[in-house]
């Protein structure tokens, strides 16, 4: 049977994939079994933060799996202590204790669980606990039950059903710092947030939109929760996405998520809790609000998955690879925006995480679009994937840019001359 009779009889058919087969991938290339060779600019989806087959990654990988690939959580896993004080002095730089599990929608899982706990330990004024937790249009928090209604999407949770209103899942206006007021009620009881939106087109919260939803999460004793998980270690220039839009200690949150470039394609996801008293208990501390018996995971925080993201986040930090990121990404947006190109709108960048909006009533005179039936963002990564670059749709009207952080000054130029010239076959 031919490998794709085989995916499409014994594999689900829920991705809408590219009939492209990858089999190596090095730096910032990937090849596919006929031999073609792609410039990698979508990073598995910002997963692969030092490209592919980093050598400091694989030896951390063979060195761990030679002497203990996984232990239970029952016991204490060395590892863990030492990626958690990586991430809380490095990345952070807030006092605070760190979660690990496998994926982003588990992460934001784990900071859903404790909003949800802090709405009982700190109810409304009748007793009742607090339990809605206020996302934004545009958001994309993972595929699991609770996150996947955090998202703020009608696509994303469409076709399963109402909305259980034991979930308190409420929607505001990203941005609408009027429409976030008005939003919280006594019930509410957090403020999950993107600082970047990536699955709708990398768009950044605005800083006064940032400092309000701190405000009211500190007026009304809310946790401010940063969904990070495709915006931190370096993509948008930070090792904190949240710094790229206000940088400083002016933004503390309480509780982060991470997940896709900290293990550089290896299955490890986060959240950091800040080590704050809580509200009218000196004695009791927010990141030890999830004790024994309250959360855990089988897989997370393994030995192998440690010792992975400790070679990541460390190659991170030590190649200054945040500066390579805001460089590079600054050339790149400069040159696009000076092709004045008819078929883009904007281009909208933070570091290496670059979003160029497109000009979709343009685009739907080609009359290739017009037979594909597809969205202006999907034909043309389709067409760019042909000319040999790997990009990313988000949403019907973007593509987006998550090339390695460690890409060069050649790697961006190649790919600039790959983009125009798939642009300019399309006018």
Not at 171 to 199: C, H, K, M, R, W
Not at 270 to 294: E, I
Request: overall charge negative.
């Amino acid at each position: 049977m031919p490998p794709a009779d085989t995916l499409a009889t014994y594999v689900m058919p829920n991705y809408g994939r590219y009939d492209v087969w990858p089999v190596r991938g090095e730096g910032s290339r990937v090849w596919d079994r006929e031999g073609k060779s792609y410039l990698d600019f979508a990073s598995g989806v910002s997963v692969c933060p030092l490209g592919h087959s980093h050598p400091v990654v694989i030896e951390a990988m063979i060195k761990q799996a030679r002497t203990l690939m996984h232990v239970s959580n029952w016991y204490c896993i060395e590892g863990q202590a030492e990626l958690a004080k990586m991430l809380v002095e490095n990345v952070v730089g807030i006092p605070g204790k760190c979660f690990f599990s496998n994926s982003g929608a588990e992460a934001n899982e784990g900071m859903l669980k404790l909003a949800r706990r802090y709405g009982h330990t700190r109810p409304c004024a009748d007793g009742k606990a607090r339990r809605d937790v206020v996302s934004f249009t545009g958001s994309f928090h993972g595929r699991t039950l609770g996150a996947m209604f955090a998202t703020a999407q009608e696509k994303i949770h469409g076709g399963f059903g109402f909305i259980p209103a034991e979930l308190g899942h409420v929607y505001a206006t990203f941005n609408d710092i009027a429409a976030l007021e008005a939003a919280i009620t006594p019930s509410t009881v957090a403020i999950l947030l993107e600082p970047i939106q990536g699955e709708s087109g990398v768009n950044a919260a605005t800083p006064d939109f940032l400092r309000a939803a701190q405000r009211l999460c500190r007026q009304h004793d809310l946790l401010f929760l940063l969904d990070e998980v495709q915006c931190s270690f370096g993509r948008a220039g930070e090792m904190a996405g949240w710094r790229s839009i206000i940088p400083g200690d002016e933004i503390s949150p309480d509780a982060v998520s991470w997940a896709k470039a900290i293990g550089s394609g290896y299955p490890l996801g986060a959240f950091w809790v800040k080590d704050r008293a809580m509200s009218g208990d000196a004695q009791s501390h927010l990141c030890d609000l999830l004790g024994p018996g309250t959360h855990g995971t089988t897989y997370g925080g393994s030995p192998l998955a440690c010792a992975v993201g400790l070679a990541t986040v460390g190659t991170i930090l030590n190649e200054d690879l945040c500066g390579n990121a805001k460089h590079l990404g600054q050339h790149i947006a400069a040159v696009v925006r000076g092709w004045q190109h008819p078929l883009i709108r904007e281009v909208r960048q933070l570091g290496l995480f670059i979003g160029y909006e497109l000009n979709t009533e343009r685009l739907a005179q080609h009359a290739g679009l017009q037979a594909s039936g597809k969205p202006a963002s999907i034909y043309l990564a389709k067409a760019l994937l042909d000319a040999g670059l790997m990009t990313v749709p988000a949403g019907p009207s973007v593509i987006r840019w998550l090339p390695p952080l460690n890409i060069t000054l050649a790697d961006a130029d190649e790919a600039l001359a790959l983009m125009k010239g798939v642009l300019d076959g399309l006018m």
